[in-house]
């Protein structure tokens, strides 16, 4: 079936360090794949999004490259903020004429000034 | 982007007893989704509403514990049946735009003592 693999966190960096958060899946077909952000005390929100191989998401200075040949799609950001703290969940869609989510476990983010 | 409401946003239940849980949107949708989010854990799919149809549901959910009505484009409510601790979770609502992606309401705590 289709799943999502998540690296654990909690990820903790320092203000203006490069994050990278790791995501592979697999998956049937020719999925969509997404990551979400969750602040505290917030709901989940999209951040960025692509639908084919190679394309690049990017959203609030957030990357991230569909990578089929190592089904991937890492999270990346070259200078975190301590307001980018948030807990980070990738995605992948099945395109069955509407998205049926499928979750990896989230990984946490802490920035530190 | 849609905006989204849950009701209540928080509640405390007895075991045996049950809880509805209204997802509004601000906008028509055809597709409105529920998931879990365990303590810590991802989300999980509960099931898939459509308008004017039965709601399906995903592997491990059925209808006699979560019951959903979907009777209009704009709202929708999930009903968790018989609770017992271990039903416990936030509860969010979704809905898809186009192939914009989904967006989630804001979610609903739900503690069962």
């Known amino acids: 079936g289709n799943s999502v693999t998540q690296m654990e966190g909690p990820v903790t960096l320092s203000e203006e360090a490069f994050l990278t958060i790791n995501c592979t899946y697999t998956a049937t077909g020719y999925p969509s794949l997404f990551w979400y952000v969750q602040y505290p005390g917030e709901g989940l929100q999209l951040l960025l999004k692509?639908?084919?191989?190679?394309d690049k998401g990017s959203n609030k200075g957030f990357e991230a490259t569909y990578r089929k040949e190592t089904t991937s799609f890492h999270l990346e950001k070259g200078s975190v903020q301590v307001s980018d703290s948030a807990v980070y969940f990738c995605a992948l869609g099945t395109d069955t004429g509407f998205q049926k989510l499928v979750f990896g476990t989230g990984t946490r983010l802490l920035v530190s000034p | 982007s849609a905006v989204i409401s849950q009701k209540p946003s928080r509640d405390i239940c007895q075991r045996g007893t049950s809880l509805t849980i209204q997802c509004q949107v601000d906008?028509?949708?055809?597709?409105m989704f529920w998931y879990r989010q365990q303590p810590g854990q991802s989300l999980t799919l509960i099931a898939t509403?459509?308008?004017?149809?039965?709601?399906?549901?995903e592997s491990g959910f059925v209808i006699d514990k979560f019951p959903i009505s979907r009777p209009n484009l704009t709202f929708s409510t999930l009903t968790v049946s018989n609770m017992s601790p271990e039903d416990s979770s936030i509860y969010l609502c979704s809905v898809e735009l186009g192939r914009v992606g989904q967006f989630f309401g804001p979610g609903t705590r739900l503690t069962v003592l």
């Open positions: 509403a459509n308008q004017g149809s039965e709601a399906t549901y």
């Open positions: 906008s028509q949708v055809t597709m």
């Open positions: 692509a639908t084919k191989a190679d």
